[in-house]
């Protein structure tokens, strides 16, 4: 087996997260609107449930394939890497961060609300969904590759102690410093996951069946409202996403995994424009009197995953237009093209 084959269980969990992220941001969009209620268990349930899991399964995969594939683990090839990061993730963050907050402010009555002033949205408070962005690339610069077992369950413990001191200790942090505290735990368990050897035997399979089990029959009791309590979605979000992690690499082991790896191109194009073609979709179906909410929906999920799709087969080849999405490869291809 293929070292890439080995890891498509990555592309089944991107590929999931992906999917809930979108259908997030569409229905909580309905909410702001006035069109769904926050009360309606049919709203409250899968909102809360992908809010507890969505993210942190991005964040999953992206520790694992940071210590699994970081080979330099100097101080200069840190920066080195803390460079290509910022490189690699400000730009695309920078662009549709401003194309967002445009949207927002031109449109505000259409949209979810009017965004906030430039410069805080870009360093101060994020929006969503690009806050994951910002808050990946502190993860890469304060946080070290090691090539030691020991180091990697230390790194491992500081984020679980800054996780609970965050779900028991009642201090209000900043919106950036509170993520940053908040979802360090699940990027160094990705981190730890390049050293754990699973069997995939019955007992394994068993205890995956039980967290699932678990953890959706405690959202449903939960979040039938929206549920704040900070232990009760730690506890949920444990459960979710070990249960997920754990099927994706059980599928994955009978599976060649073409379909999913071709998705997986996919998945950043789609992070990037799904709230913006979503957004465009709604204004100009609500500028045409159309206001039902099935065509809504319908519309929103084409508008948020087809066009970011046909955007990006169209840019990937040009590396002009590519530099705004993923600009290390697009760097690359045009000193291929200069050669």
């Known amino acids: 087996m293929s070292q890439r084959k080995s890891f498509t269980w990555i592309d089944y969990t991107k590929v999931f997260a992906i999917i809930c992220v979108v259908a997030t941001h569409l229905f909580m969009s309905f909410e702001q609107l006035g069109w ?16 507890v899991l969505s993210v942190q399964l991005f964040f999953v995969c992206s520790g694992f ?18 460079l290509n990061k910022l490189i690699a993730l400000g730009v695309p963050y920078i662009i549709f961060t401003t194309i967002s907050i445009v949207i927002k402010n031109v449109f505000a ?3 979810n609300r009017e965004a906030t002033p430039i410069l805080k949205t870009l360093f101060i408070k994020p929006m969503a969904p690009y806050w994951y962005l910002y808050v990946l690339f502190v993860f890469f610069l304060i946080i070290p590759c090691v090539n030691d077992k020991r180091k990697i369950y230390a790194i491992f413990a500081v984020s679980v102690i800054l996780k609970l001191a965050y779900v028991f200790i009642p201090i209000k942090l900043p919106y950036v410093f509170m993520q940053i505290v908040s979802n360090s735990i699940w990027f160094t368990f990705g981190m730890l996951l390049t050293n754990i050897k699973l069997k995939y035997n019955l007992l394994e399979k068993v205890i995956c069946i039980v967290l699932g089990f678990t953890g959706v029959s405690l959202s449903i009791y939960f979040f039938r409202n929206t549920n704040e309590t900070k232990t009760v979605r730690f506890a949920i979000s444990i459960l979710l996403v070990l249960f997920c992690l754990y099927l994706f690499m059980w599928i994955s082991k009978g599976s060649d995994g073409r379909i999913v790896s071709r998705l997986r191109n996919y998945v950043l194009p789609v992070f990037l424009m799904h709230t913006i073609f979503a957004a465009g979709a709604r204004i100009a179906m609500l500028k045409v009197g159309i206001r039902a909410m099935p065509i809504h929906i319908f519309v929103g999920l084409i508008a948020s995953f087809a066009l970011p799709m046909l955007v990006y087969m169209f840019v ?3 590396w002009y237009l590519l530099i705004f999405i993923e600009p290390l490869k697009a760097w690359k291809m045009r000193k291929q093209k200069n050669k």
């Open 36 to 51: 769904v209620k926050k009360s309606d268990a049919y709203y409250s349930i899968p909102i809360q449930i992908s809010l």
């Open 65 to 82: 394939l940071y210590q699994q594939f970081r080979k330099d683990t100097t101080v200069k090839g840190h920066f080195k890497n803390v």
């Open 109 to 111: 009555s259409s949209v």
């Open 316 to 318: 990937k080849n040009k």
